[in-house]
């Protein structure tokens, strides 16, 4: 990194004040106070904040399928087939009740996927109370995890570093013996207020957006070659003892911290290999200009390289923009198609390989990633085939040990917004206290400011209660086989017939096949499956009397039922 370069861009000025991006250098300076931390956690446990950048329309990213006309005549030119078309949504839970059947933007078949197994949460209605639908303002509030009307200088994230790793003070005291690694990390080339500590002191170190940017920044470290300035970079001696050469002492302190991570994290990255999972880098299907390249992939990849390398940084945030989606969010002749058709494509496909590369690293109960967006978009579309601002909208959750399910009901669609049904600071409040292991006094108190173990709306009425972590060691299994699963046979034992009560969460075909006690093949039989509960009647008066096991194979099935004929 070229000093001199670092430094005019601080912008030197006799007697005024100098500026660290946009901060003043005295907020930053090292005789400031700052808010005391306590690692009073010690877990393992890392969290990854996905960023949705301009307001997801969440409406066609998870489509209510109980009131599909009226979803259709909200928004006509934009609406996701449902029942004709090569390319239809894809219903997400036959288990769930009528009223909150959700069906997915048809290129989001890998969060289908991860959903099956229980890898994956929607939370329906997601926002805060009088959401003003301002892109900045809607950022800030919910990077620092405050109110509509609160003005806070610190991020929530900050303060939850700043409140496990007191008594050490960052950055004074970082790097360390106990915390070699940056606090947090946040690819791109900018630092959130997500992660400012009060007094406006960023604790995250930003690192491109993949394996190839986090290379380049290590190669460039070194080099202060330009002739007659200090190689360090220093002001002239004659401002020794000055309160200007204080202040840039501590940011060239700061600068020498941020080349010390940059180079702990090459090594953590050397140490770590990469899996032979496959990241999806092009959207598959034709796309507008700027839109194929999968922006998620490198970031998540990295993420997970760090990750195998046994980083010990606890919060990391990637980011995918686009979804300011006024005009052109679908091909007016394909309304399956278009900019937020390879957004939910990107997202879906990037998050399922991530999920897979952390498996292949022994690494999978350890993550949890979770979404955001400022806003949601409206209901109705307009003009332009596309989505203005709006207010609520949906969170997804993604990870081995989340809570699997769809929380929260479809939204009123005679509204103009979609309303408040959680406040997005119940789920980050849950992270903090099932996930990370924070108390819920200390989230109350010091990070939020407020109870939201106990919300409620703008008008009082308490909001519903958020558990985001299974604590299940075969959840996983258990819901898998609550959506795919096959009954005893009926009757059993059987003269001329019997039924299969088959319940599967995905259209297809299933095999079954009755074998002999001695293992012989009796039969074959394929059968086309509905997704929900199927009834498959076999005929068996063909079969002599006798004991018979019935095998049968589908997506996400493979089980086998004794039979007894008559």
């Given at each position: ?8 861009r ?28 306590l ?15 301009g ?9 209510p ?70 892109h ?14 609160d ?33 947090a ?26 394996p ?6 290590i190669?460039?470290?070194e ?22 050469k ?16 940059i180079?702990r994290?090459g ?6 290999n ?10 598959p ?40 989606t ?20 990107h ?9 897979e590369?952390?498996?292949a ?8 990633t ?7 978009r ?47 600071r ?77 319940q ?8 079954i ?37 019935i ?16």
């Open positions: 990194m070229d000093r001199r370069k670092f430094i005019k601080l912008g030197f000025a006799a007697g005024g004040a100098v500026a660290f991006n946009g901060i003043p250098i005295k907020l930053l300076s090292s005789h400031q106070p700052l808010k005391s931390l690692p009073k956690s010690d877990n393992d446990k890392v969290l990854v904040i996905l960023q949705l950048h307001g997801n329309d969440s409406t066609n990213s998870f489509i399928i109980d009131n599909y006309d009226l979803y259709y005549s909200r928004r006509a030119n934009i609406a996701i087939p449902y029942k004709s078309g090569n390319r239809t949504l894809i219903p997400l839970d036959s288990t769930l009740n009528p009223a909150d059947q959700v069906g997915l933007h048809p290129d989001m078949i890998d969060f289908k996927s991860m959903y099956d197994r229980g890898h994956a949460a929607v939370y329906q209605g997601v926002s805060y109370p009088k959401n003003n639908g301002s900045f303002r809607g950022r800030d509030i919910w990077f620092m995890g405050g109110d509509y009307d003005y806070y200088s610190s991020g929530w994230v900050g303060r939850y570093l700043n409140h496990i790793y007191a008594p050490s003070e960052y950055p004074d005291d970082f790097p360390n013996a106990g915390m070699p690694d940056p606090l990390l946040e690819m791109g080339n900018d630092t959130s207020l997500l992660f400012h500590q009060e007094g406006n002191i960023p604790t995250s170190i930003s690192l491109g957006n993949s190839g940017q986090l290379l380049n920044q190669e460039n470290l080099g202060f070659a330009d002739e007659g300035i200090d190689p360090r970079g220093l002001p002239p001696e004659h401002l020794a003892g000055s309160p200007y204080k202040e840039m002492d501590w940011i060239l302190g700061l600068e020498d911290k941020s080349e010390t991570y180079k994290l090594e953590i990255y050397q140490s770590s990469e899996t032979k999972v496959d990241y999806p880098e092009i959207y299907f034709n796309a507008p200009s700027g839109s194929l390249r999968n922006p998620l992939s490198g970031q998540l990849q990295l993420v997970a390289r760090l990750l195998g390398g046994d980083i010990k940084t606890k919060v990391f945030l990637v980011k995918i923009g686009g979804f300011d006024h005009a052109g969010q679908v091909e007016g002749s394909n309304t399956t198609m278009g900019v937020h058709a390879t957004k939910m494509y997202i879906s496909a990037a998050m399922k390989a991530f999920h590369d952390l498996k690293r022994g690494l999978q109960d350890r993550v949890l979770i979404s955001m967006s400022e806003f949601g409206r209901i109705p579309s307009n003009g332009s085939y596309g989505t203005d601002h709006g207010k609520g909208g949906a969170v997804m959750v993604f990870g081995n040990r989340v809570n699997p399910g769809v929380f929260g009901t479809n939204p009123d669609l005679t509204q103009s917004n979609i309303g408040l049904q959680f406040d997005y119940q789920l980050y409040a849950s992270i903090l206290h099932e996930w990370l292991g924070v108390d819920q006094a200390s989230i109350n108190n010091d990070i939020f400011f407020k109870d939201f173990f106990n919300a409620s709306d703008e008008n009082g009425n308490p909001l519903p209660d958020v558990e985001m972590i299974s604590n299940s060691i075969t959840g996983t299994n258990s819901w898998l086989g609550k959506h795919y699963n096959v009954a005893n046979p009926f009757p059993n034992p059987a003269a001329d017939s019997t039924n299969l009560k088959i599967s969460n995905e259209a297809g075909k299933v095999r096949e009755i074998i002999s006690i001695t293992g012989q093949s009796i039969g074959v039989m394929m059968k086309p499956l509905m997704q929900g509960s199927n009834d498959i009647k076999l005929d068996l008066s063909g079969l002599k009397s006798g004991i018979y096991q095998r049968i194979n589908a997506k996400n099935i493979n089980d086998s039922k004794k039979l007894i004929k008559n």
